[in-house]
């Protein structure tokens, strides 16, 4: 049975995910990249996001009469973030980071002080991601951002798999796995040289 | 302008951004029942995602890509004029009509023309090629993974080892960052232009295909064998699939140089291909 959680997320909900857990979102998510990170810092929040999962995301959109639909929307690379997740997630406390490759240690740091997760979700799985978008609610600061950098309010139905890489216990999986690899890369250079 | 060129380029766009080819699907499935945890996750999503696009005509990524064309043109073919034109319109129709991702960006005034067409852009490399037809192969190409190129300038004495450490290093510190399981085109030679274009026109082959000299295969079949021991696997999450393929190229190299272009491409290492005819008669080719 997959695990599914609902909207807003709590902070007991991700206190309790461990590294490695496999979940899905149904409810409310929004999409922020680097320059909507800078906005809300800057200008505050468009709408409330507390306890909402925020999507690392450049969607391919298409507007009908008034209505916006979501054609593709995979996770774009998380660590570009960086910079600003750290300060995001203390203001924002939106409990559920959705991405792609991992982030650094300030915002692991973050993860356990805030109380939230970081998941993974598929690279590239643009279309799987936009089958779980039931209805595009909104967005924010289209004109002065644009399509890919706007943030889109998505209203979404078992979106994932979610895997939970980086908990707020400390544990990221990013890292554990760079030091095993480290351990298998001696092993092959020692293997290409002789 | 030649509407038929227009149409079956337009089409041939279609098809590369929203149905992956067999050869990459079976290469995933393989991939898929070899892994178990996280990297089978990922796996299962990835051809679930693919069933989902191909399904409903939808874009596989919503990273559609840079338009990058490979023109092989006969030297006889009569409708030069009329293709080059074609290249860049089918760009602007299949943006409209697929749709893809406005993905071109002015670099100096940030200015978006939001129809994939720019400076240089659509990338396009010719090749005279004897004939009176042309075939055009059409490669969308991922910013998360053309990020994840390189090019390394070894000295020759580093010889073929040299060049397999070099790739094989380079691949895995980049993670999951290019959105593995990747296949990586590597051009040997040339010069620096040149071994990067000869790595990216090795993109273009079926996964599971080998350079018909075997010493050159042998490599490719070591470089995939290393990289996928690194541990690195499905979207850097750990498992045995890193790579499903390496495809190398080469070219004579100066004796003084030993240039190494490494072009890394996403698992949605999409591509179509179009024949025309010297009538103008478009045809599918892949």
Not at chain 1, 18 to 26: C, L, P, Q
Not at chain 2, 88 to 102: F, I, N, S
Request: aromatic fraction near 4%.
């Amino acid at each position: 049975m997959d695990k599914v959680l609902n909207t807003p997320i709590s902070e007991n909900d991700v206190r309790q995910l461990h590294a490695g857990d496999v979940f899905y979102v149904t409810g409310q998510i929004f999409t922020a990249r680097d320059e909507a990170h800078q906005m809300m810092l800057e200008h505050g929040e468009p709408f409330p996001v507390e306890g909402l999962p925020l999507f690392h995301c450049g969607p391919v959109v298409r507007k009908s009469g008034d209505q916006w639909e979501l054609l593709a929307g995979g996770p774009t690379t998380s660590v570009r973030m960086e910079q600003f997740e750290a300060d995001f997630l203390k203001r924002f406390r939106s409990r559920v980071i959705i991405g792609k490759g991992g982030m650094g240690e300030k915002t692991l740091a973050a993860l356990s002080e805030v109380g939230a997760v970081y998941t993974h979700f598929t690279g590239g799985a643009g279309a799987l991601a936009a089958q779980a978008v039931t209805k595009v609610e909104g967005v924010h600061w289209l004109e002065e951002l644009g399509i890919p950098e706007a943030v889109w309010v998505l209203q979404v139905e078992r979106f994932g798999p979610l895997v939970v890489t980086m908990d707020a216990h400390g544990r990221s999986l990013h890292a554990e796995l760079a030091a095993e690899v480290a351990e298998n890369m001696k092993r092959i250079k020692a293997q290409i040289v002789g | 302008m030649n509407a038929a060129i227009v149409e079956g380029l337009t089409k041939a766009i279609g098809r590369a951004a929203t149905d992956l080819p067999n050869d990459v699907v079976r290469a995933l499935e393989a991939a898929r029942d070899r892994e178990e945890g996280p990297a089978r996750v990922q796996l299962e999503a990835i051809l679930k995602n693919v069933e989902v696009a191909r399904d409903g005509a939808v874009p596989i990524c919503q990273d559609t890509g840079t338009l990058t064309y490979f023109v092989k043109f006969g030297v006889r073919f009569p409708l030069l004029g009329e293709l080059m034109e074609a290249l860049t319109e089918a760009a602007r129709a299949g943006t409209e009509a697929v749709p893809l991702r406005p993905n071109t960006v002015h670099p100096f005034t940030g200015a978006n023309p939001g129809d994939n067409t720019g400076a240089h852009i659509p990338a396009v490399t010719w090749e005279p090629v004897d004939g009176d037809a042309a075939e055009v192969y059409v490669l969308p190409k991922g910013g998360g993974s053309e990020n994840c190129s390189a090019l390394k300038m070894l000295t020759p004495g580093a010889g073929l080892k040299g060049i397999t450490e070099a790739v094989v290093e380079h691949v895995v510190s980049r993670e999951g960052k290019p959105c593995p399981p990747t296949v990586i085109g590597v051009g040997i030679g040339g010069g620096a232009d040149v071994a990067m274009k000869l790595g990216k026109r090795a993109l273009l082959r079926s996964v599971g295909s080998r350079h018909p000299e075997p010493k050159v295969a042998e490599m490719e079949e070591r470089l995939e064998t290393l990289i996928n021991a690194s541990g690195m696997g499905p979207m850097g999450l750990g498992g045995k699939t890193t790579v499903l393929a390496v495809h190398i190229e080469y070219a004579h190299r100066h004796p003084a140089s030993l240039p190494v272009g490494i072009a890394v491409q996403c698992w949605a290492d999409r591509r179509a291909a179009v024949r025309i005819g010297a009538d103008g008669q478009v045809s599918h080719l892949g």
